[in-house]
């Protein structure tokens, strides 16, 4: 992979993971910016500043041998749309400027769409599926984010079409476009080839992803046969992951066989947040759960960022110690489990807290200050990653490569 694309993209994670940083600040002390505001900068800037140019990054160095420079140029672009909306958000929320930004990013997005489905060349089936089916996701959710106009001047923000709407535009990012793309440069690694097995998985992935939409709209718009769609989208997700496992066992070797054991980790600690979203889906299917997880925000936010932090930054992480932009060293090892322990001793915070207030304890003692501290370790572990990439000075101008 190019290095100063990565670079890019962890400054822009780096920066996200600050913006959230100061979100947790200001529950301890007044920030001097809007909340809400600084919010929706913190999650575009995660979405589509981070994990998007990253899948962006990765998507051109396999699967496009060519490279013709309109992709670096796209980039460029997009990375421009990005800072425009970490510059306006945090300020103005969604107003003119904000909007203009997201809207470039959007159709940047439709263009690298179109330019991936043209200059895409591998003869790997599993490949090519799980990359068109993930960018087909990618314009499917962005249907959402075209709704809320509407939605706003016809019944308002708090309307259930104006929230469904968000809700939409999430689903089939984090479960659609995200999700799918790092599994395809997951099993591109691992030199998955099609078979009975992966075409079952493919479609069992495909179906649950849209069924399991059903319980956000039940959140707003309730109703009986929404819990019986989300159940049979969760059985089947179910059956999808122990298709994943069928599939990639015969491969784990190889992921052994890498020099380093940190990269074995990494990809261990991801498929084990796989696991656990799973897991954790699987409780929507109890209609009182569905409605404990809505009704608490830690929850939210803790399934979330297990999705995110978890599952496809985990992945990425991976992707980038797998490759020959890092120098294994003790500040490498620092920043990596760094990383890790933040994301696992934030998530424990947030349980254990949504926890007491369903069952009416309160507040755990000096909360959000533990959660602020533990909440540096995860800005410290990227810095240290991204300080790796960029005196690593052994990556050849060989983008063309593949491993």
């Known amino acids: 992979m190019p290095k100063k694309l990565v670079i890019i993209c962890l400054v822009n994670f780096l920066i996200a993971a600050l913006m959230g940083l100061a979100l947790r600040f200001s529950f301890i002390e007044s920030i001097g910016i809007n909340y809400r505001f600084l ?18 990054a990765l998507f051109v160095h396999y699967f496009v041998p060519n490279k013709p420079k309109i992709f670096n140029h796209l980039f460029w672009l997009t990375e421009f749309a990005v800072i425009g909306m970490m510059l306006s958000f945090p300020f103005q929320g969604y107003a003119a400027i904000s909007i203009s930004f997201s809207t470039l990013h959007i159709l940047s997005s439709y263009y690298f769409v179109y330019l991936i489905w043209k200059y895409y060349k591998t003869n790997a089936t599993v490949s090519q599926k799980l990359v068109k089916t993930s960018l087909i996701f990618m314009v499917i959710s962005t249907i959402g984010v075209w709704c809320l106009g509407p939605a706003v001047v016809t019944l308002g923000q708090t309307s259930a079409f104006y929230q469904i709407a968000i809700q939409f535009f999430l689903h089939f990012q984090f479960n659609g476009w995200f999700l799918i793309a790092v599994l395809a440069v997951f099993f591109h690694l691992l030199k998955i080839e099609n078979s009975k097995v992966f075409k079952n998985f493919f479609w069992l992935l495909i179906v649950s992803t849209l069924l399991t939409f059903a319980l956000p709209i039940q959140w707003f718009a309730p109703h009986k046969s929404l819990l019986w769609i989300n159940g049979l989208g969760v059985i089947l997700q179910i059956i999808a992951l122990v298709k994943f496992f069928q599939l990639i066992k015969l491969n784990l070797k190889s992921m052994l066989n890498y020099k380093n054991k940190v990269v074995f980790y990494m990809y261990s600690f991801a498929l084990l947040c796989f696991i656990l979203k799973v897991a954790f889906q699987s409780l929507s299917i109890l209609p009182e759960l569905s409605q404990v997880v809505y009704n608490h925000r830690n929850f939210v936010i803790g399934f979330i960022h297990l999705l995110m932090l978890g599952v496809i930054s985990g992945f990425l992480f991976a992707f980038i110690l797998k490759s020959d932009l890092v120098r294994f060293s003790r500040p ?4 990596i489990y760094s990383f890790l322990l933040g994301f696992v001793f934030t998530e424990l915070l947030l349980l254990i807290q949504g ?36 005196k690593h000075n052994t990556y050849a101008s060989k983008t063309s490569k593949t491993s």
Request: net charge positive.
């Open 39 to 56: 919010t929706h900068a913190h999650s575009h800037v995660a979405m589509l500043g981070w994990v998007y140019l990253m899948i962006y």
């Open 332 to 335: 490498l090892y620092f920043g």
């Open 355 to 390: 926890a007491m207030f369903y069952f009416g304890i309160g507040m755990l003692r000096h909360y959000y200050l533990l959660l602020f501290l533990f909440s540096i370790l995860l800005p410290l572990g990227i810095s240290f990653l991204l300080i790796n990439v960029i």
